[in-house]
């Protein structure tokens, strides 16, 4: 079903997976793995103040109206586009992309997490290809950035796969402790020398006015 938002019609298609818009159906039906997706075993992955620290109701609420009111800040200056990663037609998890300030700097980053049962299978890699076609191929993008703290080991080496470069280190909190973050940057060049031809995009020219794109 077409949705009057433009960014919820964009769709990414792997050979394996798809990112659709989540639109708030698919919110919903992503809703009992956010509650089954808390955090608790070292390395914490997540920076505070993420919601998969705890559990309680106030966490799937927290975690909707996050991205209720991420979706109403759309600016050219700041945007955020949120996907449901389908897996057989089923939601598995989560890939964001975010620009700042994209229309001068032509930057994006990205953000994304797994249902535990689907951790370790590659998704995270093709996932982050497929966000990174819509990134370049889609909305011209000139570089993408990636963080991960440095014991986050599944998310670096997916950054390292996909030809991002080393980008310094930086600090941030989880579970209230100081933890130290690798950075990474992916240039277009880089980009292109790694680029797949099997990766589809749809409804991405409605959604460049949005964005403040063209």
Same mark, same amino acid.
């Given at each position: /079903?077409?949705?009057?938002? *433009? *960014?919820?019609?964009?769709?990414?298609?792997?050979?394996?997976?798809?990112?659709? %818009? +989540? !639109?708030?159906?698919?919110?919903?039906? #992503?809703?009992?793995?956010?509650?089954?997706?808390?955090?608790? $075993?070292?390395?914490?992955?997540?920076?505070?103040?993420? !919601?998969?620290?705890?559990? !309680?109701?106030?966490?799937?609420?927290?975690?909707?109206?996050?991205?209720? +009111?991420?979706?109403?800040?759309?600016?050219?200056?700041?945007?955020?586009?949120?996907?449901?990663?389908?897996?057989?037609?089923? *939601?598995?998890? /989560? &890939?964001?992309?975010?620009?700042?300030?994209?229309?001068?700097?032509?930057?994006?980053?990205?953000? !994304?997490?797994?249902?535990? %049962?689907?951790?370790?299978?590659?998704? %995270?890699?093709? /996932?982050?290809?497929?966000?990174?076609?819509?990134?370049? $191929?889609?909305?011209?993008?000139?570089?993408?950035?990636?963080?991960?703290?440095?014991?986050?080991?599944?998310?670096?080496?997916?950054?390292?796969?996909? =030809?991002? &470069?080393?980008?310094?280190?930086?600090?941030?909190?989880?579970?209230?402790?100081? $933890?130290?973050?690798?950075?990474?940057? #992916?240039?277009?060049?880089?980009?292109?020398?790694?680029?797949?031809?099997?990766?589809?995009?749809? =409804?991405?020219?409605?959604?460049? *006015?949005?964005?403040?794109?063209?």
């Amino acid at each position: /079903m077409a949705h009057t938002y *433009p *960014p919820l019609n964009v769709e990414v298609r792997t050979p394996r997976l798809t990112l659709a %818009g +989540a !639109s708030d159906e698919l919110l919903e039906r #992503l809703v009992p793995l956010v509650r089954a997706g808390v955090a608790d $075993a070292e390395p914490w992955p997540f920076d505070d103040p993420i !919601s998969f620290y705890a559990d !309680s109701p106030e966490r799937e609420w927290r975690w909707l109206r996050a991205i209720w +009111a991420g979706r109403a800040r759309v600016s050219p200056d700041a945007w955020r586009l949120y996907f449901a990663v389908l897996l057989d037609g089923e *939601p598995v998890g /989560m &890939q964001d992309l975010i620009g700042t300030d994209f229309g001068r700097f032509g930057t994006v980053s990205s953000f !994304s997490w797994l249902a535990p %049962g689907s951790r370790g299978q590659g998704l %995270g890699k093709e /996932m982050r290809a497929a966000v990174l076609e819509l990134a370049f $191929a889609g909305l011209g993008a000139r570089e993408a950035g990636s963080d991960a703290f440095v014991d986050n080991e599944a998310s670096n080496r997916v950054s390292r796969s996909l =030809g991002y &470069q080393p980008n310094g280190t930086d600090w941030d909190t989880r579970r209230g402790e100081p $933890a130290r973050i690798q950075r990474w940057r #992916l240039t277009r060049d880089a980009w292109e020398r790694v680029r797949r031809d099997d990766i589809e995009l749809t =409804g991405v020219e409605e959604c460049l *006015p949005v964005l403040g794109i063209g």
